[in-house]
C-alpha cells in the first residue's frame, strides 16, 4: 500500500465523502466544510507522488502540475 495512506485520518476522510455526495446531489458544501474538502485533493495529490515513485504512473507531459492539479 502506498505510505500516503498511513497517515489517514478515515474518519475524516468519511466525512468528507459525505459532504462531497451531498454536493453531487444539488446541496453545496458551507464554507467550512469546503475547507475540509481541501482534504481530498491533498490526499490525491499524496496518492499520485506515490504511484509515481513506484513506478505505476506518470503525470502527463512527465511533470507534476502545480496547484493540486
Keep these: 500500500m502506498f505510505d500516503s495512506l498511513n497517515g489517514v485520518d478515515w474518519d475524516l476522510l468519511h466525512r468528507q465523502k459525505l459532504s462531497l455526495v451531498e454536493w453531487l446531489r444539488g446541496r453545496p458544501p458551507k464554507p467550512p466544510q469546503l475547507e475540509e474538502l ?10 499520485q507522488d506515490d504511484a509515481v515513485t513506484c513506478g505505476r ?3 502527463p507531459d512527465g511533470q507534476e502540475q502545480e496547484g493540486g492539479a
Excluded: T
Design 38 to 47: 481541501w482534504g481530498v485533493v491533498h490526499l490525491l495529490d499524496a496518492l
Design 57 to 59: 504512473w506518470q503525470f
